[in-house]
């Protein structure tokens, strides 16, 4: 066989080799690229359902602190009672958990795992794990993600006992000890001694609180 002979034959190969390899090239290209992008989107969507569940504790919290505050002390203590009562990782899971599923939604993704809550040194941890809504490309994987995000308060509370505390007369104060100071009984009587007159009646206690409290993204 002559080389020119060859030469043809080997360029035929090539004519109908090379679109199949750029044709394969692409389809991985393609293939990747879609994965990239839908772990990314999951990503994303980990991170906005984690803050979303940090957001919605802090909002009830800080609701009711601000509500409470100023109000006479029985009924500051009813409101405060449902926030610093339970353990930390427990208050408001229901619209914690709500936020959290919503936002992955938005995002397309579904919320797979968590919240989780839990105290970790000065922060509180809101971990949860994300699953995109579609599989990538020719594949059946669909991507998942992790992401934490985590409260730390910056003023007017504390963490006590595994539960909110607030700052209150040069000190953080679990619920109890609020109680034990906004409502302390008079001395009893004494039946035997002579009637007195009537004091002048002491101004009901309204004490004045704060709370705040930032949120970031932190490594899982």
Not at 15 to 21: F, K
Not at 120 to 149: C, H, I, M, Y
């Given at each position: ?86 353990p930390a990782a427990s208050v408001n899971n229901a619209a914690v958990r709500s936020q959290a599923a919503s936002f992955a939604d938005q995002n397309g993704s579904s919320l797979i795992e968590g919240p989780s809550v839990a105290l970790r040194g000065v922060g509180l941890d809101f971990t949860v794990k994300t699953r995109n809504l579609k599989a990538a490309n ?83």
């Amino acid at each position: 066989m002559s080389k020119a002979r060859e030469s043809g034959q080997a360029s035929t190969v090539l004519i109908i080799a090379v679109p199949a390899l750029v044709f394969v090239a692409v389809v991985v290209i393609v293939m990747l690229g879609d994965a990239f992008q839908k772990s990314v989107h999951t990503g994303n969507a980990a991170d906005a359902a984690s803050l979303a569940a940090a957001e919605a504790w802090r909002s009830r919290v800080d609701d009711a602190v601000a509500n409470a505050s100023g109000k006479e002390a029985s009924e500051a203590l009813n409101i405060l009672r449902p926030v610093m009562v339970p353990p930390a990782a427990s208050v408001n899971n229901a619209a914690v958990r709500s936020q959290a599923a919503s936002f992955a939604d938005q995002n397309g993704s579904s919320l797979i795992e968590g919240p989780s809550v839990a105290l970790r040194g000065v922060g509180l941890d809101f971990t949860v794990k994300t699953r995109n809504l579609k599989a990538a490309n020719q594949t059946d994987t669909k991507p998942e993600a992790s992401s934490t995000a985590r409260i730390e308060l910056e003023s007017g509370a504390c963490w006590k006992r595994g539960s909110l505390g607030l700052d209150y007369d040069g000190g953080c104060r679990t619920w109890a000890e609020l109680e034990d100071l906004w409502t302390a009984d008079e001395p009893p009587a004494d039946p035997s001694a002579s009637p007195s007159p009537s004091p002048t009646p002491t101004p009901e206690l309204r004490p004045v609180l704060t709370f705040r409290a930032s949120i970031k993204l932190v490594e899982g």
